[in-house]
């Protein structure tokens, strides 16, 4: 099971999207070199706010190319980086991970999923209603958060679009994902 980076983006001040770049350097326990995000506690304003001593589960960002055909067929036009995300993948299911997951990006790097991102407001911000195509709910009711996946990085490298993305599975029971 793997699938492939398409695109890396990184941003060292606070902003919704993140330009592109040619690579980018994950540092272990830290996340994304340079990145506004990085760092060994919580980087995100509202989590700061709560509490800044909790630990960074949100060290690196990904999301599945595949998400921005769905809501382009919505009549959203969403390109990589501009969600947010530090990596964005194809060919690889990163919603139905299990929590503790390995992913290994590219030669060196690897990353463990953590949990779901949790979609806020500032997505309509960027597209009037694109809130609603990545965060809904199922016939039970339940929240379905469709905005990617978080997570740290175990160990260092560069990642590159057009590196391979390998799926090391935890050993069971697997635990799903929720926000994080």
Do not use: W
């Amino acid at each position: 099971m793997g699938g492939s980076v398409t695109a890396v983006s990184s941003n060292g001040t606070y902003s919704f999207s993140k330009p592109n770049r040619a690579s980018i350097t994950l540092l272990a326990g830290l996340g994304v070199e340079g990145d506004v995000h990085a760092g060994v506690t919580v980087k995100h304003r509202s989590r700061v706010a709560q509490d800044p001593t909790q630990p960074n589960l949100r060290q690196v960002h990904l999301i599945h190319e595949e998400l921005f055909d769905e809501v382009r067929a919505a009549g959203f036009e969403v390109a990589p980086g501009e969600l947010g995300e530090n990596v964005t993948t194809r060919g690889l299911d990163l919603l139905d991970l299990p929590v503790g997951t390995l992913l290994h990006l590219g030669a060196e790097a690897v990353v463990e999923v953590t949990g779901l991102r949790n979609p806020c407001l500032q997505i309509d911000h960027f597209q009037g209603g694109l809130l609603k195509q990545v965060v809904g709910r199922d016939d039970l009711g339940n929240v379905v958060r469709r905005a990617g996946i978080m997570s740290v990085v175990r160990a260092g490298g560069v990642v590159r679009p057009g590196d391979p993305v390998e799926v090391e599975l935890p050993e069971g029971p697997h635990r799903p994902l929720d926000r994080v």
